[in-house]
């Protein structure tokens, strides 16, 4: 079993829906969770960092992490053709620049105008 | 700043050759780290540096050697290709007390 589970996709919703994208783990040590952003043929850049159970707004994009059941979702509210991209999931036991961090797999988004 | 670069951004190589990917940071970070990324597979973590001269083994090392001379620089090298070392591989950096990962934008490497 993978210790970090992503739906690969690819996920294709109209301009303006609201996409839920997810992860399960079976680690539960694990206390950071982040979301990368690969747009097509660039490096991840970061798009979220959560740290526990609980939720985190910013702007359009809502991370939350659920450790009881070992499940975090990244939501995109009135999506647009620019989210179009591979999200990944990643996630780490302690807040150190050394320490491992596990990605998902990604799973690659697309919004149709 | 430019951030984090990386060259070549594509390179196609016979078995057995081998190469260095290059790696540089503007940023002062002392904490590098390279990855190769697979189809469906996410990223692994091939090498990280927490300092200049100081290296250590992620996941998947074999294969792959590294060095760590300046706090800019840290290039990867592949001595013997084989066509499983056929990846996109990215370097990134982060700053000493943060977690957030600067990746480059990857080189594209075919083994044939």
């Known amino acids: 079993q993978k210790e970090v589970e992503q739906d690969p996709g690819p996920l294709s919703v109209p301009e303006g829906a609201i996409v839920s994208l997810n992860c399960t783990y079976s680690?539960?040590?694990?206390?950071?969770f982040m979301w990368y952003r690969q747009y097509s043929r660039k490096g991840p850049e970061l798009l979220m960092y959560?740290?526990?159970?609980g939720n985190k707004e910013d702007g359009r994009f809502t991370a939350q992490v659920d450790k009881s059941s070992k499940y975090i979702s990244l939501f995109i509210r009135d999506s647009q053709p620019s989210d179009s991209a591979t999200y990944l999931c990643a996630m780490s036991q302690s807040y150190s620049s050394a320490s491992k961090i596990i990605f998902g797999s990604g799973t690659r988004l697309s919004i149709r105008p | 700043n430019a951030g984090v670069t990386q060259t070549p951004k594509f390179r196609i190589l016979k078995i057995g050759q081998s190469m260095t990917l290059q790696c540089t940071q503007d940023?002062?970070?002392?904490?590098m780290y390279w990855y190769r990324q697979d189809p469906g597979m996410g990223l692994k973590l091939i090498y990280y540096?927490?300092?200049?001269?100081?290296?250590d083994k992620g996941e998947v090392p074999n294969g792959y050697n590294v060095s760590r001379s300046t706090t800019e620089d840290f290039p990867l090298r592949l001595e013997l290709a084989a066509p499983s070392q056929t990846s996109v591989y990215f370097c990134?950096?982060?700053?000493?007390?943060?977690?957030?990962?600067?990746f480059g934008p990857g080189t594209r490497l075919t083994v044939l």
């Open positions: 680690n539960s040590a694990f206390q950071y």
């Open positions: 990134a950096s982060t700053h000493q007390s943060r977690d957030e990962q600067f």
């Open positions: 940023m002062n970070h002392n904490y």
């Open positions: 959560t740290y526990s159970s």
């Open positions: 540096s927490v300092g200049a001269g100081i290296t």
